[in-house]
């Protein structure tokens, strides 16, 4: 029973993957640079948005906000005057914890792809299931907070081995937790060494030119692709 | 297709729920009752059974730990004398995102059932699909923090409309973040009205004592079931 578990599952990445290639490669036609943006809930994906798309200095953004039901998020994007395009996953039984490859390319025909250069995809707030399946993206970025611990690394260890660039959110709370960020960075190195990050606080700004200048980087990527 | 879907699922959850339902049987032969405590990554579920679970009075407490990888919170709730019984769910493609009935059925043998009042099935940090399954639990507990967001039972209905009790953790921090308590509170009516919740912080102990009494007060159920 279990090895035709691990088969079906297999298959279903497998499938995935596929789906993900025709993503970018209609991505790529419209030379879109795609970031998928995972974080566990609460750890402040919106907020670290809101502090940078308005200010990515000749870089036109689009957002494909993902959740389980609601817009809030998308929302509190679209006041900004940045393209936002809501994608839900609250069909079937209470919704899919993430985003996959599929549901992305059902979102394909409401984006503006000829008028962004930057696609940003936030996930569905989990640490788990959003980083087993790709969705077309070039590269991850996934948020964590001071607030959540120093051990997540060592228990969510696909989630910050498959992300290009770790957020550490929230350092603004730092004098007023036990939080050792010392041992969060070990944890994180030995899941994932020298894997890029930076101490952010959206609260602050702390941190936020760094991330805004990474995030306008991904967009300036023209390297050629297989 | 989406009906296809839909219809596996249905038959998904209809299996776990048999499952669900002879755990059960098997928890109330042995006179255990069971609690399936469940939150996002980081909210403090462990922390929480720290504080409370050596001094339970008169109830003697076993724990469940689910987790993708790695023992940590078990080796922490084993430290207090607790037994505490393992299960990863790391099989497949980089772990389960949620406990279901059946893997808490493959855990049964090695739980002291004889030995114990009332077990704490620590689930997988999560706020999506840990509320989709049953595992043969008396009562649901969640734990959100101050930190996440007053958005997250709009964001995430069905964990919080599943719950008997909300344990809203990390309120020590209030002083220092934008977060509006009533806001959550009337979120939180919104999707499961009138339902329990209690102010607590792990760190200071306000509330603990009424989280410790809660808990006590599960072991305590006499109720004749169907």
Redesign the interface.
């Known amino acids: 029973m ?1 090895r035709t ?2 088969k079906v ?2 298959e279903a ?1 497998d499938a995935n993957n596929t789906i993900a290639q025709a993503n970018r490669a209609d991505f790529d036609r419209f030379s879109v640079r795609v970031v998928n943006f995972m974080s ?3 750890a402040g994906k919106t907020t670290l948005l809101e502090r940078v798309l308005p200010q990515l200095d000749g870089v036109r953004v689009g957002v494909l906000e993902g ?4 817009s ?1 998020d998308a929302d509190r994007l679209a006041s900004l005057h940045v393209p936002v395009t809501q994608l839900n996953t609250d ?7 993430h985003l996959d490859a599929n549901m992305v390319r059902s979102a394909l025909p409401e984006l503006p792809l000829d008028e962004i250069d930057l696609l940003v995809i936030e996930n ?6 959003p ?2 399946f790709k969705v077309g993206e070039d590269t991850r970025v996934m948020a964590c ?1 001071v ?3 120093e ?2 690394p ?5 989630m910050f081995r498959t992300c290009e660039l770790v957020l550490i959110n ?1 350092i ?2 730092l004098p ?3 939080f050792d960020v010392d041992k969060l960075l070990y944890n994180l190195d030995a899941v994932h060494p020298g894997v890029e990050r930076l101490l952010v606080s959206a ?1 602050t700004g702390e941190g936020i030119d760094e991330w805004r200048e990474w995030l306008a980087g991904v967009a300036g990527r023209v390297e050629a692709r297989a």
Chains 1, 2 share one sequence.
């Open positions: 279990h578990k691990v599952v297999e990445l566990a809930p609460g959740d389980v039901q609601g809030m069909a079937g039984f209470g919704g899919e914890c569905v707030g989990n640490l788990v299931c980083a087993e907070s607030t959540e611990g051990d997540k060592l228990k969510y260890p696909l929230k603004d709370l007023h937790l036990d609260r």
